[in-house]
Each structure stands twice: as structure tokens, then as C-alpha cells.
């Protein structure tokens, strides 16, 4: 039984990196841990026999999974006790485990690539029904796994940690009501329970949330959650997160028009109208993203993306992760953004 504590420096943070050391070593009877460290590298302890730790060094030089290593340290040391098992080791909880490696990876990733981020993201996010009905499980499911706590926390921590200032997530839009009053009662339920527990994360992380869209027509219970939320988170703007809820965009224009008719004014400019409109203050989206293959933006704020980059994906909603949205603010840094110039 020999051991060895190997140090694995590059993109090995917010990429599955541990689990994937975790099942390797299951898998292969090796003993010991896998934890992050706070310079963005890995610090991994195995014991085994000479040979097993030879081939999970040269393993891990193969970039196993979505890593890119760059280096490995490697000490051997005196078996003093022996590990039961192979652990993970987190940072605090889960969700600030998670937190911590995706910031180390945004960095790390800024670094790398030179990436210009939008200071305003918005998603469309589709597919929910179609991802669950491939996989054979009622389409709440696909809700409840699109719009779950730890999913859009992941999200919005990555564009936070890409360098993006706001991000709008259309959770609702005005032609969904027409859908089953069961699908929508669960979609609400789901929302409820993800404002409320908003409420820590925004205190903690000085996040601001606002709700895009009408509030008349949703059920007391929601409705007074997100006047809850955006009152208590009023006063920060470290980021901002806008739920896009019973929005559509012609609804919008139409409600923006009536607010001008009431104060009576004649003759109002494009420099104007913005301010009647729910994002009044807020800059124009610079990036949006629509998951599952459709190319349409579906009437998603159509006067403030006169001059948005569209970035379309064929993955489900459900599916769309961290290194997804990485991919699309890669991208957009690619494009040359004329604004109607030369």
C-alpha cells in the first residue's frame, strides 16, 4: 500500500472534475479524497498499490471529462492511516461548494480565452415538455428540473462570474396560459418555492430581482412572494436577476402605450418610450439564448433587442448548464457588433 498527494492545476473546477476522480476511483478500488483548493487547482490524496497510482496519474494527465490539465504535482508520502473509501470533500454546503469552484472556473476562463462578456443576458428557455417526454417521465418534470433551485442558481452564478451584470430568465410568457390548469398550477408552485428561497441568496450575495410582466393575474400567493422579493433586494446591485413572468412582448408595448396616454402627452421619441416599459432603467439585452433548436425569439422583448446577438442551441433547457453558457458568451465575444454602423 503506497500513497501519493497529487496537485492538479488548470481547468479542474466547476467541471465534474471531482465526481469524475470520485468514480474512476471506485471503480478501481482506490482509497482517499478529492477536494478544491482556493488557488483554482485540485488537491487529490490516493493510496493503492504502486501500479494502480501510476495509471490514475496517467489518467488524469489525459484531461479525463471536460478538464484541461496543465500540470500535475506529485508527493508520495508514508502511509500513516488508511482511508476507508474515496471522498469528496466539499466547501461548506453544497450550493456554496458549487458557488466557489464555478467563480474559480469563470476566472480561470476569462483568463484563457480573452472573453469580452455581455453586461446583459437573457434566456428563452425551451424544451422542457420535449426533453421530458423523450425520456418518458410526465412533462412537470421537465419543469421541475429546468426550473429547479439548483439549476438556475448555477446559471446565474456563472453569468455573474463571467463578468455579466444582468440576467433576464423568461419563466412565464403570456401565451402559456392557454396551457393544461394542471402544468400551470405546477410551474407556480415551482416559482413560489424558488422566490422564497431567493430571498437568502440575495441577501447574501447583494443580488437584486425584479419581475418582468404582469402581476393581475397570478394567484395571491405568488403575486405577494414576488413583491416580497423585489422589495427586499431593492437596495442592491452587485447583479441583477429579472423574472420574466406573464411577459410577452406585444403585451408590454400595449401597456406602455396606455401608461403614455395617461399623462397626456402628444408626441413621445424612441429616446422616451423605454422608460414606460417594464425594463425602464435597465440596459438592453446584448446576448440571448434560446434553447432546444428553435431560431425565434418568440416576441421576447422586441424593442429592446433591436441590436442583441441570438445565440440558438439544441439542447433542452433542462440540459443547459454552466459550460453551455460559457459557450455562448464565447461566442458572442467572437462577433463584431456594428450597431447599424460600418
Given amino acids: 500500500?503506497?500513497?501519493?498527494?497529487i496537485k492538479v492545476s488548470g481547468?479542474?473546477?466547476g467541471v465534474n472534475f471531482r465526481n469524475t476522480i470520485k468514480s474512476y476511483c471506485d471503480t478501481h478500488e482506490i482509497k482517499g479524497y478529492v477536494m478544491n483548493s482556493r488557488d483554482?487547482?485540485?488537491t487529490i490524496v490516493i493510496q493503492g498499490k504502486n501500479d494502480k497510482i501510476e495509471r490514475f496519474i496517467a489518467w488524469v494527465n489525459s484531461n479525463p471529462g471536460f478538464s484541461k490539465v496543465s500540470k500535475v504535482d506529485i508527493a508520495r508520502k508514508e502511509v500513516?492511516?488508511?482511508?476507508?473509501?474515496?471522498?469528496?470533500i466539499r466547501e461548506g454546503n453544497y450550493f456554496v461548494d458549487k458557488a466557489k469552484s464555478l467563480s474559480r472556473l469563470g476566472k480561470l476562463f476569462i483568463r484563457e480565452e480573452k472573453v469580452r462578456p455581455p453586461a446583459h443576458i437573457a434566456i428563452i428557455p425551451d424544451g422542457n415538455r420535449r426533453w421530458a417526454k423523450e425520456k418518458g417521465i410526465p412533462g412537470s418534470f421537465g419543469h421541475y428540473t429546468a426550473g429547479s433551485k439548483e439549476h438556475i442558481i448555477e446559471l446565474m452564478t456563472e453569468a455573474r462570474n463571467l463578468g455579466c451584470k444582468y440576467l433576464s430568465i423568461w419563466g412565464f410568457s403570456t401565451e402559456n396560459w392557454k396551457r393544461d390548469s394542471g402544468e400551470i398550477n405546477a410551474i407556480f408552485d415551482l416559482i413560489i418555492r424558488n422566490v422564497n428561497s431567493f430571498n437568502e441568496l440575495a441577501q447574501q450575495n447583494q443580488i437584486r430581482f425584479r419581475h418582468i410582466g404582469r402581476k393581475d393575474k397570478f394567484p395571491k400567493k405568488l403575486r405577494g412572494a414576488l413583491i416580497?422579493?423585489?422589495?427586499?433586494t431593492e437596495r442592491?446591485?452587485?447583479?441583477?436577476?429579472?423574472?420574466c413572468l406573464d411577459y410577452g412582448g406585444r403585451d408590454e408595448i400595449i401597456r406602455a402605450v396606455n401608461k403614455l396616454l395617461k399623462t397626456g402627452k402628444k408626441k413621445i421619441s424612441e429616446e422616451d418610450f423605454p422608460v414606460y416599459l417594464d425594463t425602464g432603467g435597465i440596459p438592453d439585452p446584448d446576448l440571448i439564448i434560446r434553447t432546444s433548436g428553435e431560431?425565434?425569439?418568440s416576441g421576447f422583448m422586441p424593442f429592446q433587442s433591436a441590436y442583441a446577438e441570438l445565440y440558438f442551441t439544441d439542447k433542452y433547457f433542462p440540459e443547459f448548464n454552466a459550460a453551455d453558457l460559457r459557450e455562448a458568451v464565447k461566442e458572442f465575444g467572437k462577433r463584431q457588433r456594428r450597431f447599424g454602423g460600418k
Avoid at 500513516?80 to 469528496?88: L, N
Avoid at 442592491?236 to 423574472?243: I, K, P
Fill in 295 to 297: 431560431q425565434r425569439t
Fill in 228 to 232: 416580497k422579493l423585489e422589495k427586499l
Fill in 236 to 243: 442592491f446591485d452587485n447583479f441583477n436577476v429579472l423574472l
Fill in 40 to 42: 483554482g487547482s485540485v
Fill in 11 to 13: 481547468r479542474v473546477q
Fill in 80 to 88: 500513516k492511516a488508511k482511508y476507508s473509501g474515496f471522498e469528496i
Fill in 1 to 5: 500500500m503506497e500513497e501519493a498527494e
